[in-house]
């Protein structure tokens, strides 16, 4: 089975930057897109940033201009830079990997954004 493992969280003051790192345990058959999804306390799961196996990338509107995905298909890992974080950045971050015979999530990562 496949086991996602989310690195990076942590604790940053408003306007600093964290970078996530995301790993599977092993290659994904054709992998289609990565990304990553946050969950703030008392609000649903939403899509932060995805990247397609062709590297087109897509944001949410919150964070457009602050974030950035990227990531290597061929060793099935996925990174978030994420700049200029706000209080409304806090919440746990999930990575996601889809591909021909699965949809994988990792566990999560808190990223809290305090002074």
């Not at 940053?12 to 345990?25: D, E, H, I, N, T």
């Not at 946050?38 to 932060?48: F, N, S």
């Not at 201009?65 to 974080?85: C, H, P, Q, W």
């Not at 994988?104 to 305090?114: A, E, H, I, Q």
Request: glycine share 12%; with cysteine; hydrophobic share 35%.
């Amino acid at each position: 089975q496949v086991q996602l493992v989310e690195s990076g969280g942590g604790l940053v003051q408003p306007g600093g930057s964290l970078r996530l790192s995301c790993a599977a345990s092993r290659i994904i058959f054709r992998l289609n897109s990565m990304g990553w999804y946050r969950q703030a306390p008392g609000k649903e799961r939403e899509l932060v940033a995805a990247i397609t196996s062709g590297s087109s990338t897509n944001y949410a509107d919150s964070v457009k201009g602050r974030f950035t995905i990227s990531g290597d298909n061929a060793k099935n890992t996925v990174y978030l830079e994420m700049n200029n974080l706000q209080s409304e950045d806090t919440a746990v971050y999930y990575c996601n990997l889809r591909g021909a015979y699965g949809n994988y999530w990792g566990k999560g990562t808190l990223v809290t954004v305090s002074s």
